[in-house]
Nanobody, 124 residues
Framework: QVQLVESGGGLVQAGGSLRLSCAAS????????MAWFRQAPGKDREFVAA????????NYADSVKGRFTISRDNAKNTMYLQMYNLKPEDTAVYYC?????????????????WGQGTRVTVSS
C-alpha cells in the first residue's frame, strides 16, 4: 500500500510560481512511475506531467511544457512539480499518482494510488 500526500498549493497571481510536493509512504517509492494530474471545476481530470522511476524520463502536457518541471528525490520519497509563469487556466486541484507497473504515463487509468489533492488558484 502506498499513501500519497500533496502539499504546496495556494493562491498566486498570474505570472507567479509555486512548487508542489508529493510525499509518499513505503520503501518502494523508487520503483514507481509517478505523475501529476489536475482537475479544474466542472472539467475532467487531465494529465499534467509524469516521471519514470529513476527520474530520467519525463512527459508533459502541451499546455504546461516550458513552464512546469517534474522531478523526484527517491531518497526522500518525494516528487515535485515546479510551476512557473502560472496562468488563470492552471487553476485546479492537483493530484499526484503512483503507477506500480509503468504503462501509458498520460492515462489516469494507469495509476494505482492517488493523493487527496492540493488546490492551486491563479488570479488574473
Amino acid at each position: 500500500q502506498v499513501q500519497l500526500v500533496e502539499s504546496g498549493g495556494g493562491l498566486v497571481q498570474a505570472g507567479g510560481s509555486l512548487r508542489l510536493s508529493c510525499a509518499a509512504s513505503g520503501r518502494t517509492f523508487g520503483t514507481y512511475a509517478m505523475a501529476w494530474f489536475r482537475q479544474a471545476p466542472g472539467k475532467d481530470r487531465e494529465f499534467v506531467a509524469a516521471i519514470n522511476w529513476s527520474g530520467g524520463v519525463t512527459n508533459y502536457a502541451d499546455s504546461v511544457k516550458g513552464r512546469f518541471t517534474i522531478s523526484r528525490d527517491n531518497a526522500k520519497n518525494t516528487m515535485y512539480l515546479q510551476m512557473y509563469n502560472l496562468k488563470p487556466e492552471d487553476t485546479a486541484v492537483y493530484y499526484c499518482a503512483a503507477d506500480v507497473v509503468a504503462g501509458s504515463p498520460e492515462s489516469s487509468y494507469e495509476y494505482d494510488y492517488w493523493g487527496q489533492g492540493t488546490r492551486v488558484t491563479v488570479s488574473s
